[in-house]
Nanobody
Framework: QVQLVESGGGLVQAGGSLRVSCAAS????????MGWFRQAPGKEREFVAA????????NYADSVKGRFTISRDNAKNMVYLQMNSLKPEDTAVYYC???????????????????WGQGTQVTVSS
């Protein structure tokens, strides 16, 4: 079982940038596909970005495509979400998620992930 801890959230002005990070406590990080999801107040948790085990395949929600970049460092057990050109509608709690897999695919559905972090708050002011 992998434990995930997010960090790097905060308050930023619209148009600004922020990078959130997720540290995974496991000796076998490279067998996990990773994803970022977010949940705004009063809304359901939604997919943001996903990355395959070897970081060779990524996928993004249409709302963040071209602005956000997901990456991972398997040597450091870390996954990142670089967020540029932030908008007030990006305000949410951002969650890191992991899925043990033998494939080299990414996963974009909330139900496909078995491990979740506690989340980090990102607030974008207008």
């Amino acid at each position: 079982q992998v434990q995930l801890v997010e960090s790097g959230g905060g308050l930023v002005q619209a148009g600004g940038s922020l990078r959130v990070s997720c540290a995974a406590s496991t000796r076998t990080f490279s067998v996990y596909a990773m994803g970022w999801f977010r949940q705004a107040p009063g809304k359901e948790r939604e997919f943001v970005a996903a990355i395959s085990r070897r970081a060779n395949i990524t996928n993004y929600a249409d709302s963040v495509k071209g602005r956000f970049t997901i990456s991972r460092d398997n040597a450091k057990n870390m996954v990142y979400l670089q967020m540029n050109s932030l908008k007030p509608e990006d305000t949410a709690v951002y969650y890191c998620a992991a899925r043990f897999t033998s494939t080299f695919n990414y996963y974009s559905l909330l139900s496909q992930y078995t491990n979740w972090g506690q989340g980090t708050q990102v607030t974008v002011s207008s």
